[in-house]
T-cell receptor
Framework: KQEVTQIPAALSVPEGENLVLNCSFT??????LQWFRQDPGKGLTSLLL?????REQTSGRLNASLDKSSGRSTLYIAASQPGDSATYLC????????????FGAGTILRVKS | ETGVTQSPTHLIKTRGQQVTLRCSSQ?????VSWYQQALGQGPQFIFQ???????GRGNFPPRFSGLQFPNYSSELNVNALELDDSALYLC??????????????FGPGTRLTVL
């Protein structure tokens, strides 16, 4: 059974700091891994999707890496801003029929001004 | 903002009642998935519909059921509501590919409270 773990559960940093969020998964048989952002009480916004054959993806100040063999991914946020405050969720798509995503519990990020 | 919409935004029901939640997919998408997100947790997969047929189901009892219509919109029905059904219900649409290259686009969710 695929399980996804995110560390830390919560993080508070001063504005301008670079930070790393961690995600680990137990089964390397995945199609892809996706990072989402969720604002309080809202839906999910996709940030980055990494296919299983890829090592990393970048979008603006965000960079996500994937090491499928070790079951790890990191989301790097450069020069953090108060507007980055949100919950960040990691999800993998297992290699089984269907299109379900298996999510971690998320990391709550607070960027202080 | 994605093209996925959900209704209603909020809903309050009492234990034992039935509820129907609705989702309108993004244009061009043929797959809808439903997730339940309890407070402080990640979303849990309920089921998925592809071309109007159930295409995978998570660990949820049969009182959770769904439909997908020819226009690819979808409903989630929950019978005999329990207090633990209180959660944010998320709908996601995608264009299913066998290569697994599709991205799921999530709606804003429906907040269900069961009293």
């Amino acid at each position: 059974k695929q399980e996804v773990t995110q560390i830390p559960a919560a993080l508070s940093v001063p504005e301008g700091e670079n930070l790393v969020l961690n995600c680990s998964f137990t089964d390397s048989a995945i199609y892809n891994l996706q990072w989402f952002r969720q604002d309080p009480g809202k839906g999910l916004t996709s940030l980055l999707l990494i296919q299983s054959s890829q090592r990393e993806q970048t979008s603006g100040r965000l960079n996500a890496s994937l090491d499928k063999s070790s079951g790890r991914s990191t989301l790097y946020i450069a020069a953090s801003q108060p507007g980055d405050s949100a919950t960040y969720l990691c999800a993998v798509r297992p290699l089984e029929y269907g299109n379900k995503l298996v999510f971690g519990a998320g990391t709550i990020l607070r960027v202080k001004s | 903002e994605t093209g996925v919409t959900q209704s209603p935004t909020h809903l309050i029901k009492t234990r034992g009642q039935q509820v129907t939640l609705r989702c309108s997919s993004q244009s061009g998408h043929n797959t809808v998935s439903w997730y339940q997100q309890a407070l402080g947790q990640g979303p849990q997969f309920i089921f998925q519909y592809y071309r109007e047929e159930e295409n995978g189901r998570g660990n949820f009892p049969p009182r959770f059921s769904g439909l997908q219509f020819p226009n690819y919109s979808s409903e989630l029905n929950v019978n005999a509501l329990e207090l633990d059904d209180s959660a944010l219900y998320l709908c996601a649409s995608s264009l299913y590919t066998f290569q697994g290259t599709d991205t799921q686009y999530f709606g804003p969710g429906t907040r269900l409270t069961v009293l």
